[in-house]
């Protein structure tokens, strides 16, 4: 893929931030966008990897990126890609990594939207002209930059509309060290991976970590 890309990504929480981080430790330029332009985390986190790292708001944020992250929780992330402003995601590929998990009743959360649609989806019809593709939402984001944190091989997932930037996702997933990259189509494919979430956090109460993965295992042909 492309080096030193400018990438925005939106989202101050440990996702966010350490997606960034990754980013920038490959060489692209990343502005860490947040509601607020002095946002503490943001401004922390930019002060700490200098040169290549900036801060602002989710607009500033997306202006500045040919790529698109979004990384902030799937219960605001329309929101926040409003105040993004279409204009700014327009042609571009948004990388969705949010889940819609609904905390607002206590644990376990429920999903807000699930069976016949996702975040996803409402995410590409909010913003059409937008490339967006779902993928590193079924893992815990230490993973997602580092898949050699678990052993043998294990599965990346990706979905979207646009096969050509599909592909692209894919050269920056391996960037990140992913060798097992599974294309399930298009967006609609969003609504399985978000509704494995609720199974996600079931498996870390049970194995005491989040430091785990799926592997898909077919019989030889």
Same mark, same amino acid.
């Given at each position: 893929?492309? $080096?030193?890309?400018?990438? &925005?990504?939106?989202?101050?929480?440990?996702?966010?931030?350490?997606?960034?981080?990754? %980013?920038?430790? %490959?060489?692209?330029?990343?502005? %860490?966008?947040?509601?607020?332009?002095?946002?503490?985390? &943001?401004?922390?986190?930019? &002060?700490?990897? #200098?040169?290549? @790292?900036?801060?602002?708001?989710? $607009?500033?944020?997306?202006?500045?990126? #040919?790529?698109?992250?979004?990384?902030? /929780?799937?219960?605001?992330?329309?929101? @926040?890609?409003?105040?993004?402003?279409?204009?700014? *995601?327009?042609?571009?590929?948004?990388?969705?990594?949010?889940? =819609?998990?609904?905390?607002?009743? /206590?644990? =376990?959360?429920? %999903?807000?939207?699930?069976?016949?649609?996702?975040?996803?989806?409402?995410?590409?019809? $909010?913003?059409?002209?937008?490339?967006?593709?779902?993928?590193?939402?079924?893992?815990?984001?230490?993973?997602?930059?580092?898949?050699?944190? *678990?052993?043998?091989?294990?599965?990346?997932?990706?979905?979207?509309?646009?096969?050509? &930037?599909? $592909?692209?996702?894919?050269?920056?997933?391996?960037?990140?060290?992913?060798?097992?990259?599974?294309?399930?189509?298009?967006?609609?494919?969003?609504?399985?991976? #978000?509704?494995? *979430? =609720?199974?996600?956090?079931?498996?870390?109460? @049970?194995?005491?970590?989040?430091?785990?993965?799926?592997?898909?295992?077919?019989?030889?042909?």
């Amino acid at each position: 893929m492309e $080096a030193q890309m400018k990438i &925005a990504v939106l989202g101050t929480g440990d996702v966010g931030r350490t997606i960034a981080t990754k %980013l920038v430790e %490959l060489g692209h330029h990343v502005v %860490l966008g947040s509601r607020s332009p002095d946002n503490e985390k &943001a401004s922390a986190w930019s &002060a700490a990897h #200098e040169e290549r @790292a900036e801060h602002g708001d989710f $607009a500033r944020a997306a202006a500045h990126g #040919e790529w698109v992250f979004n990384c902030v /929780g799937g219960m605001v992330a329309l929101d @926040a890609l409003e105040a993004a402003g279409a204009e700014n *995601l327009a042609g571009k590929i948004v990388i969705d990594l949010a889940n =819609p998990l609904d905390f607002s009743k /206590g644990m =376990p959360p429920t %999903l807000s939207v699930c069976n016949d649609d996702s975040l996803a989806e409402q995410i590409q019809r $909010a913003h059409p002209q937008a490339k967006v593709v779902k993928t590193l939402n079924t893992m815990n984001c230490q993973v997602m930059v580092d898949p050699s944190r *678990l052993p043998g091989v294990h599965d990346v997932f990706v979905a979207g509309e646009d096969v050509q &930037a599909k $592909a692209e996702v894919g050269a920056l997933l391996r960037s990140f060290g992913w060798t097992q990259i599974v294309d399930l189509g298009g967006i609609q494919a969003a609504r399985g991976l #978000e509704m494995w *979430l =609720p199974l996600w956090l079931k498996l870390w109460g @049970a194995v005491g970590s989040g430091d785990f993965n799926i592997h898909v295992v077919k019989a030889d042909a």
